[in-house]
């Protein structure tokens, strides 16, 4: 069919280019009814749109060797003035047994942030604990690495375990004894924020929740295991030859989307036929895999009397009562990381080889194209940090990569930079490149 007078087709041929549509930003949440359409933007120099989405993303690195051999960049990208990124990384080493050891990871938090920042900051706390328990236990002989990995796992879901049992703990009896506590009792016991507030904070864990992806490499760097909890991803690109690129995607995303994660659940609750609904645990919440989310994993009760409580409530509990009339054999959610190992032969290692962990932000504006914006990453990845360049490229390579993922040229990185729009037009972007 032919485009009429004053089609969308023949409006945007009218326009200046200083002017985009929704479609016309990679990974974009809004829609037609965020319009009216076109929106102005700013179109910016090569110079200044490197500038800006360094000011915007932060950048920065880690270097845990000598020269430029092994290093990390990582950032964490939200354009939208209006709205505070959920989105966390680390990097860091772990000194365990008097060696080094590597964490590096990115946690895509929902909800709100007290959640995704706690473990942030917790996650490589107890690692890294976990890590000097295995090497004592072993008087700091080589650990055989699937030993590694169910204490990888072990330790990531303790972190899970802390968050509801930090609340309950409060309640001498457990959720029984809170069960037998009018609410006065239990708003006074949660709700300490004039005496320190360390209750509320506890509790506060609960309401929110975060994916993760979590990379440790050992410290002779010959292996390699990720955690994975939800929807993040993992990719590894090594140089077979000069230039000569394979790339894998490490990572299985545990959503609807997949099979496997839609059986498990089922399974874990037979009988059930509103343990998904709309691809959605308990047709609220999309990642079947978290950190957090404490209602879905305590019996309902733990919500109702517990986290209701909880300052300043809420009038409104509709929402909650969606999901909870259908929480019925607690955990929904699983804090179960799928950790997969993946040996680093140095006598074979390629000429260059990267890591790279990021949240669904990142692979939304990739769409369909994300090998591409990977392989244009790598072929320009040479010139960046050259001085003698007309304008000199950034050389942290995640800044690199969420460049080339926003279209990798001026205009386009300026739409999304500089869109004149009062909602956010793009999920949170976090992305952590580690050489490997």
């Given at each position: 069919m032919l485009a009429g007078p004053g089609s969308s087709a023949q409006q945007k041929e009218a326009q200046?280019?200083?002017?985009?549509w929704y479609d016309e930003i990679p990974g974009s949440i809004c829609g037609p009814e965020d319009g009216p359409w076109p929106r102005a933007f700013t179109n910016l120099t090569t110079s200044e749109a490197w500038d800006k989405l360094s000011l915007a993303s932060d950048p920065q690195s880690l270097a845990y060797g000598t020269g430029e051999e092994w290093r990390a960049d990582a950032l964490n990208f939200q354009p939208f003035p209006g709205a505070k990124s959920q989105d966390r990384y680390a990097m860091q080493?772990?000194?365990?047994?008097?060696?080094?050891?590597?964490?590096?990871?990115?946690?895509?938090?929902h909800l709100g942030d007290a959640t995704v920042q706690h473990a942030a900051y917790h996650v490589p706390i107890i690692v890294r604990e976990f890590l000097e328990d295995l090497d004592k236990k072993h008087g700091g002989r080589v650990v055989p690495p699937p030993l590694v990995a169910d204490v990888f796992s072990c330790a990531i879901r303790a972190f899970d375990d802390a968050i509801?049992?930090?609340?309950?703990?409060?309640?001498?009896?457990?959720?029984?004894?809170?069960?037998?506590?009018?609410?006065?009792?239990?708003?006074?016991?949660?709700?300490?924020?004039?005496?320190?507030g360390k209750n509320f904070e506890r509790a506060r864990l609960c309401m929110y929740g975060t994916t993760a992806l979590v990379a440790l490499?050992?410290?002779?760097?010959?292996?390699?295991?990720?955690?994975n909890l939800g929807d993040c991803q993992g990719v590894m690109v090594s140089e077979t030859a000069p230039q000569v690129w394979s790339y894998e995607i490490l990572t299985r995303?545990?959503?609807?989307?997949?099979?496997?994660?839609?059986?498990?659940?089922?399974?874990?609750?037979?009988?059930?036929?509103?343990?998904?609904?709309?691809?959605?645990?308990?047709?609220?919440?999309?990642?079947?895999?978290?950190l957090g989310d404490t209602p879905f994993k305590q019996p309902p009760e733990f919500t109702r009397r517990l986290l209701?409580?909880?300052?300043p409530g809420s009038n409104d509990t509709s929402l909650w009562e969606e999901f909870l009339v259908r929480n019925k054999t607690p955990p929904y959610i699983s804090a179960m990381p799928e950790v997969t190992h993946f040996p680093l032969d140095r006598l074979q290692r390629p000429l260059r080889r990267y890591l790279i962990l990021c949240s669904d932000g990142f692979t939304d504006i990739?769409?369909?194209?994300?090998?591409?914006?990977?392989d244009r990453w790598l072929r320009t990845m040479s010139v960046a940090g050259d001085r003698s360049s007309t304008i000199p490229i950034p050389p942290n390579r995640a800044l690199q990569l969420l460049w080339?993922?926003?279209?990798?040229?001026?205009?386009?990185?300026?739409?999304?930079?500089?869109l004149d729009l009062d909602v956010p037009w793009l999920d949170d972007i976090t992305i952590v490149v580690q050489t490997l």
């Open positions: 200046p280019s200083s002017v985009a080493q772990l000194r365990i047994g008097g060696r080094l050891w590597t964490l590096t990871a990115v946690f895509d938090g509801a049992n930090d609340v309950l703990e409060l309640f001498p009896g457990g959720l029984d004894a809170a069960m037998e506590m009018p609410d006065q009792q239990i708003h006074s016991i949660l709700n300490d924020q004039f005496v320190g490499v050992d410290p002779d760097h010959t292996n390699l295991w990720l955690a995303v545990h959503n609807g989307q997949n099979k496997r994660e839609v059986e498990r659940v089922k399974r874990e609750h037979p009988g059930e036929a509103e343990c998904i609904v709309d691809g959605r645990v308990l047709g609220a919440i999309a990642p079947f895999r978290c209701y409580n909880l300052f990739c769409g369909k194209h994300q090998r591409s914006v990977i080339q993922g926003l279209g990798g040229d001026s205009v386009s990185v300026s739409k999304v930079l500089t």
